[in-house]
Nanobody, 122 residues
Framework: QVQLVESGGGLVQAGGSLRLSCAAS??????MGWFRQAPGKDRDFVAA????????NYGDSVKGRFTISRDNAKNTVYLQMNNLKPEDTAVYYC?????????????????WGQGTQVTVSS
């Protein structure tokens, strides 16, 4: 049984940092990603990573501020979020795809975590 368990969310002031973690169990995935959903809005792509740490993809709104990484030995993906803004407030979801490509398309992801709340105060 596949499980994705996120951790690391919380409340932070604008300009601050948070680090999210996503531990996968049940199988290993070549590509994993992070998405986020604010109240009343669609779930949006944040970042994705392939098996190699050099294969990464970011949403335009987080480029230069967020960094995705992974530890394959621990089957864990991380999202380092720096210079956070109030508009980053959302529930952040970890996702895994059976594809080998670090896709940004929500429909390509087969497994989802339960989500972790990130709140950025102004």
């Amino acid at each position: 049984q596949v499980q994705l368990v996120e951790s690391g969310g919380g409340l932070v002031q604008a300009g601050g940092s948070l680090r999210l973690s996503c531990a996968a169990s049940g199988r290993t995935f070549y590509a994993m990603g992070w998405f986020r959903q604010a109240p009343g809005k669609d779930r949006d792509f944040v970042a994705a990573i392939g098996w190699s740490d050099i294969n990464k993809n970011y949403g335009d709104s987080v480029k230069g501020r967020f960094t995705i990484s992974r530890d394959n030995a621990k089957n864990t993906v991380y999202l380092q979020m720096n210079n956070l803004k109030p508009e980053d407030t959302a529930v952040y979801y970890c996702a895994a795809t059976s594809s080998r490509y670090y896709t940004s398309a929500l429909r390509d992801y087969d497994y989802w975590g339960q989500g972790t709340q990130v709140t950025v105060s102004s």
